[in-house]
């Protein structure tokens, strides 16, 4: 008897249908709905550099540190009032779109889901029409074969002049080609992204790392969403218990 055992909720790592042919068991945190809503790390993050990017926190901080105190160079925009068009709203998407309300912002969402939260934002039919109405869009959506490059050339067409790109699900939502072009051409003013296409195998020549290099208005953090301490010491103590469950009943 194997065991895969993942304290994560994306598994398009794993080749499932392999592992089901040679009789492993794949756990991990994926349909685990009411254990997942006290792990928060990654919407915090979504907060977090979102933030970052529109009051330009990286840059002001290098300043800092490099002897300047300069204010002036670092005029950014607030989330009061604005719009936010989340994509996905299932359990993190929810719980980001809490975290927004909160600014006082006007809380779209889009998903085909039939229990659409509408406590919680507005339901909007099309992606286009959430795109173009939105101030920011934040991605939070499963990867798989209907979401690959769901945000590609023509969806960053809609994106309205001054708005940014929030991306904490899976790199490879995002046209990454697509998205390098948007900035250069101004259709997008930023974007901060948690996640890049090819991960783990990310290096200095990643299309996106060589943008980011020369560019501040990209973000980019190394999949950092759910690297707590409070939500590591959770979420793996749950999956060992799993194990322990589904083992035990193997030798039963």
Known sequence: CCVIACPVT?????????????????????????FL?????????????????????????????????KRDLFQGTELHRKTVGIV???RLGKIVAGYFKAFNMNVLGYDIR???PDNLAIKVNRLD?????????????????????LIGKEEFSYFKPGSILINTSRGGVVDQQALIDALNKKQL??????????????TKDHPLIKYAKN??????????????????????????KKVVEYL????L
């Open 10 to 34: 994306g598994i398009d790592h794993i080749d499932v249908e392999t592992c089901s042919q040679y009789g492993i068991k794949v756990i991990s945190l994926k349909g685990e709905t009411e």
């Open 37 to 69: 809503k006290e792990i928060r790390a990654t919407a915090e993050l979504t907060i977090g550099i979102t933030l970052a990017l529109i009051r330009k926190i990286p840059e002001a901080v290098n300043s800092v540190r490099q002897g300047a105190w």
């Open 88 to 90: 996905g709203m299932g």
């Open 114 to 116: 039939p229990d659409f």
């Open 129 to 149: 029409d959430l795109i173009s109405k939105s101030d920011i869009v934040s991605l939070h959506v499963n990867y798989d074969d209907t979401t690959k490059n």
């Open 189 to 202: 003013a930023g974007a901060a992204v948690d996640v890049l296409d090819g991960e783990p195998d990310i």
């Open 215 to 240: 560019n501040s208005n990209l973000l980019i953090v190394p999949h950092i969403g759910g690297n707590t301490k409070e939500s590591f010491e959770k979420t793996e103590v749950f999956i060992a």
């Open 248 to 251: 035990n009943n193997k030798n």
